[in-house]
């Protein structure tokens, strides 16, 4: 990993490069995308069986499309009894969460001779895309579903991407104990247009929500308008503020732990403590020659991650909300503290026993999160997200009447004469009939 030092071009140029990442969807593959998009507008299932076997080298047939009850059944014995568990803990702690987080907006207001409401409604029916490309997230589907069940979707559509092997047992299981009520073998950016616009097989939804990579994520953002959607995500990233004070081994891990998501994740650990700096750098070294996914997380720190020394904890912080990152530790004596001086993040780990990973799986919080830097104005996957406010409004003849007043005013100024003729006749005091 880079160490920079504020004060240095290196710093300053590294850090201009951070705080632009949400102009790097490059443009270049929007064509391709357009035209998938458009080919499965066209040709419905036929194309989504094109391109399966396409991208995903799986040959399947329009009744191989959707996965039938008995292999959602079935998939609880293929994983683990202990995992089984752990997955019904995380859904219970998932949906813990997001109801004690759903709100009711109960607006009531109520005056002489008029009444105006809002009320709640959930959406009728939602997709959510479920990444299979370089690993499985059985925790994103109980993330995206559960909310949505427990905002009252009536219908919740899943997609995936198809293996020769299969789907994995895990997202089956875990889409069982989330409520989901259909789920489809499709990926990429064909699963978006078939969510989006509707095939003979799979239904068109009103909103998709979930990651993807860069194709599907430019495809979220081609669609929308069609359907709603929860964000455009950008690739994983965290960063950790550290007082120099937990112990390196600590903060490396969790550098790592966002780097193997994929090449272009974005990790950073932001310090006062040079030579906390310097330990952190080498233990990421030596984490990394027992990872796994040591290729990846080393490529992505590599090209994307940092280490950044700065003078103080106030001047982390402030670098931290430049960023608006997806993830934020505070990794420091007292979190509570400074985490009130946090104005951008997704989400927020107090401590040095608070790893990001805990949030990814059982704390109950979403880790749907924005990304890219939209922190600065958007928030967590949640239970509004699935519901929609509609004004119920209520005037009596008279109400109306004390209003006509203002209403003519308001159209006189803006030239809508049309608009007071709508109150006018009905404030005349004869009718013709």
């Known amino acids: 990993m880079k160490i920079l030092k504020i004060g240095e071009e290196s710093f300053d140029r590294y850090l201009s490069g951070v705080e632009s990442r949400i102009a790097e969807d490059p443009l270049r593959l929007e064509g391709e995308v357009r035209s998938i998009l458009r080919d499965v507008k066209k040709r419905e299932d036929e194309a989504l069986l094109h391109y399966t076997q396409r991208f995903d080298n799986v040959r399947l047939t329009l009744s191989q499309l959707e996965v039938k009850r008995e292999e959602v059944k079935e998939a609880r014995k293929r994983i683990p009894r202990d995992f089984l568990e752990t997955l019904k803990k995380a859904s219970h702690r998932i949906r813990r969460f997001h109801q004690l987080a759903k709100k009711r907006w109960m607006v009531k207001w109520i005056e002489e001779g008029i009444r105006i409401e809002q009320v709640v409604k959930p959406l009728e029916r939602i997709g959510i895309y479920v990444p299979g490309g370089k690993a499985s997230y059985p925790s994103t589907v109980l993330m995206a579903a559960i909310p ?206 608070t790893p990001e990973a805990i949030g990814d799986y059982l704390a109950g919080p979403n880790h749907i999160l924005p990304t890219s830097g939209t922190a600065r104005y958007a928030s967590a996957l949640s239970v509004e997200d699935f519901q929609k406010k509609i004004n119920l409004i209520q005037f009596s003849e008279k109400a109306m009447r004390r209003f006509e007043g203002d209403v003519k005013r308001f159209t006189e100024w803006e030239g809508l004469e049309g608009h007071y003729r709508s109150i006018e006749v009905r404030t005349k005091k004869k009718q013709k009939k």
């Open 148 to 353: 949505a069940k427990v905002a009252g979707v009536k219908e919740i559509i899943i997609t995936t991407p198809p293996h020769p092997a299969g789907i994995s047992p895990a997202v089956l299981v875990a889409a069982d104990l989330a409520g989901v009520d259909r789920i489809f073998r499709i990926g990429g950016v064909q699963a978006i247009g078939a969510l989006a616009y509707g095939t003979k097989s799979i239904p068109k939804v009103d909103k998709i929500v979930g990651p993807g990579n860069r194709y599907v994520a430019i495809a979220k953002r081609l669609v929308y308008g069609t359907v709603d959607l929860d964000m455009v995500a950008g690739p994983s990233e965290i960063v950790i503020i550290s007082d120099g004070k937990t112990p390196p081994a600590f903060v490396a891990a969790d550098l790592i732990s966002q780097a193997e998501h994929d090449e272009r994740a974005l990790s950073i650990l932001i310090t006062p403590s040079e030579p906390f700096a310097r330990k952190v750098e080498e233990e990421v070294r030596r984490q990394l020659l027992t990872l796994k996914r040591e290729k990846i997380a080393r490529k992505s720190l590599r090209q994307r991650g940092a280490i950044l020394i700065v003078k103080d904890l106030d001047q982390a912080i402030e670098l931290a909300n430049r960023i608006a990152p997806e993830h934020l530790e505070l990794s420091v004596k007292n979190p509570l503290s400074l985490a009130k001086s946090v104005k951008h993040a997704g989400a927020v780990f107090l401590g040095p026993h």
